[in-house]
């Protein structure tokens, strides 16, 4: 398998869906099999790559994005997904990249109820300032600047009639292992945090990456609102706005 120190992108995927289009696209490809999880090492336009289709949440995103590192040698790490919408102005199809990434579930119950902190730490043991981990600013600024003039497609099925172009936006992720399909979680997520999007595995990748020193992103495109039908918009939305995420993917490839 790939040796260490050449330029090689882990791209790590939780569904069939999220990886399906980037498997279509990979040349060259070779699978391996770890921990259960598929990985298919190729090139995709031109870039050395390995994608990973881990399974949901927090445990077997740190799996794989942990191989991706050690033992296929990814010298970056993307994620490619959907996730559930927080922010009201954003709508399904918009395309978050991860400015900043928190897991919502860790930390502890205190007499006023759960207080999340800095994942690896408690304030009675190890105590931490801050809160997640940011995307490295450089980093943000090639990514800026390579998706200047990308314009997303429209969906095929809009949400809703009229429904404005989708939007590609920066922002607050957060990370936890539950899929939110609750409207007053989702406000409370978005009051709480001012997060934008939701989803299973994000941040745990982060914080894999940052303890190997490898750069990470995590490029969510919303599937659903996170609210009373996100069980039932995931599945009607989630192949096309996996695609148009991965697209994104593509097009970051050579800034990562
Ligand atoms: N991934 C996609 N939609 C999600 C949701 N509503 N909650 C958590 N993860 C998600």
Redesign the pocket.
């Given at each position: 398998m790939p040796h260490a120190g050449a330029r090689r992108i882990g791209v790590l995927c939780a569904l069939e869906q999220e990886v399906a289009y980037l498997l279509d696209n990979l040349e060259h490809a070779e699978t391996f099999d770890a921990a259960g999880m598929a990985f298919h090492a190729g090139r995709l336009d031109g870039e050395a790559v390995v994608l990973a289709k881990a399974g949901m949440g927090k445990v077997n995103a740190a799996i794989a994005a942990t191989l991706l590192i050690e033992r296929f040698g990814a010298s970056a790490v993307v994620f490619s997904g959907?996730?559930?919408g927080l922010d009201p102005a954003l709508s399904v199809g918009d395309v978050v990249i991860a400015d900043h990434v928190v897991q919502h579930d860790h930390g502890y119950e205190g007499p006023g109820g759960f207080v999340v902190y800095q994942h690896g730490h408690q304030p009675f043991f190890n105590p931490f300032d801050g809160l997640g981990l940011a995307l490295d600013a450089a980093l943000a600024g090639r990514i800026a600047a390579a998706l200047a003039d990308y314009e997303l497609s429209p969906l095929s099925v809009t949400a809703e009639a009229g429904a404005r172009a989708p939007r590609i936006h920066f922002g607050r992720v957060l990370t936890g292992d539950?899929?939110?399909?609750n409207e007053d979680v989702r406000a409370a997520l978005f009051r709480d945090f001012d997060a934008r999007a939701?989803?299973?595995e994000g941040a745990a990748m982060a914080q894999v990456c940052a303890a190997f020193g490898v750069p990470w992103v995590v490029i969510r495109a919303l599937?659903?609102l996170?609210g009373h039908s996100?069980h039932f918009d995931?599945h009607r939305f989630l192949d096309e706005v996996a695609r148009s995420g991965a697209l994104i993917v593509r097009r970051l490839l050579p800034v990562l």
């Open positions: 959907v996730a559930g539950q899929f939110i399909n939701v989803e299973m599937s659903d996170a996100s995931v």
